[in-house]
């Protein structure tokens, strides 16, 4: 059994459960890096933090969140599913914000769980530097694996001297006081994306971000064209399989879903670059999968679907993925996934729809169809 109990020396007994809540999960909702920063911050004394105004950014499940809960405190994620996460273990008192727009005034004291992706980190990092004053504090916790150079680079660059913590249970604090000053962020970048004319817009916290991925090339190459009234683009990122569906039928609504933030942001705005005259044909859903959707309701669902869920890796999301969309769809509806040939997403969709097909491979890549038919 996994444990779900975290001592904190703020909160006695915090429950912590990761989302989708399931019970046989087998994965804890903390690690040893969020007990670390919070053992750290209790040997500051008991006043250390009152009166702070304290930033948490990128809390996974709620570990750092939760416990800090009795003081001023915000709390950011661009994840869906680390903020319902905060808000089930916190039973609905924690709040987070979804948005590094949102960040308001100066804080004192910053912490930070580091992202995989540099460049998110490198983001946040640009924000801050308008959000914090000679004397703020940054706190960045990691697993020891986890920690790379560009952490330390950044952190040097946007915020100040870094020292770091002895590592203990495998993990480690890296320590920056801020000495910079208010910079711009380089995000959202402008990126030309293969046949398409107009640049498209992506953010930092972006699946393939800089450049087309070649999974998604060869999917957009076999969009089909057909009487396809509502198009879902299932983990969405940029919205680049939506778009390109868009342009094949010019008459579909499209729905963009994914868990990031970031990405829904990015292919709402690269949707009503690519057709000004149609914002009103797409919706945007910020959720886990596509859970809880209305029923017989989407025509075509083009997917190309994540192998991790930040740094834990598997093929659980494809599975919610394409189970939700199963329900989603309407009898007669078209599900499209590319994945590599290894990852066997032709067998999971026929466990699912009962039938599958491949519509096209390469030497790397798989596109399989399924339909479903009750
Ligand atoms: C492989 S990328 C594909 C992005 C884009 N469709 C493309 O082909 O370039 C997978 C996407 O799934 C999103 N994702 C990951 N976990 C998710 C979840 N639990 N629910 C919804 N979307 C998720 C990621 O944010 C990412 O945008």
Request: charged letters at 25%.
């Amino acid at each position: 059994m996994v444990k779900i109990q975290l001592e904190t020396p703020f909160k006695a007994g915090l429950q912590l459960r990761r989302y989708p809540v399931n019970k046989n999960e087998t994965l804890q909702a903390w690690d040893s890096a969020d007990e670390l920063l919070l053992e750290h911050l209790a040997q500051q004394g008991p006043d250390a933090l009152k009166g702070k105004r304290i930033l948490i950014i990128n809390d996974q499940f709620g570990a750092l969140s939760c416990a800090l809960q009795g003081f001023e405190m915000t709390t950011y994620t661009d994840s869906y599913v680390a903020a319902r996460a905060m808000e089930l273990n916190s039973r609905g008192a924690v709040k987070p914000i979804h948005d590094l727009k949102e960040l308001s005034g100066k804080y004192d004291l910053v912490l930070i769980k580091l992202p995989k992706n540099a460049s998110f980190f490198e983001d946040c990092l640009a924000h801050l530097t308008k959000h914090l004053s000679s004397g703020s504090q940054v706190i960045s916790a990691s697993m020891v694996k986890h920690m790379a150079k560009a952490s330390f680079d950044h952190l040097q660059k946007y915020i100040g001297t870094t020292t770091t913590s002895l590592a203990e249970k495998k993990a480690r604090l890296i320590f920056a006081p801020f000495q910079k000053g208010p910079v711009d962020s380089p995000y959202p970048i402008h990126v030309e994306m293969d046949s398409f004319e107009v640049k498209f817009v992506n953010h930092s916290n972006l699946f393939s971000r800089e450049r087309l991925d070649i999974g998604t090339r060869f999917l957009l190459e076999n969009i089909p064209a057909g009487d396809f009234k509502t198009i879902l683009d299932l983990g969405c990122g940029n919205g680049i399989l939506g778009i390109q569906a868009r342009k094949r039928n010019p008459l579909a609504k499209i729905i963009f879903s994914d868990e990031s933030a970031m990405a829904l942001q990015s292919a709402k705005i690269n949707f009503e670059r690519q057709f000004p005259e149609s914002a009103a044909s797409a919706e945007y859903h910020w959720t886990n999968c596509f859970e809880d959707q209305t029923p017989d309701s989407v025509d075509l669902v083009l997917c190309n679907p994540p192998f991790h869920q930040q740094n834990t890796i598997g093929d659980f999301i494809a599975w919610q993925m394409f189970t939700d969309a199963q329900k989603a769809m309407k009898v007669g509806g078209l599900i499209r996934v590319i994945g590599n040939l290894h990852l066997g997403y032709d067998a999971k969709l026929k466990r699912i729809f009962g039938n599958s097909k491949v519509a096209a491979s390469n030497p790397k890549f798989m596109i399989i169809d399924s339909k479903k038919y009750k």
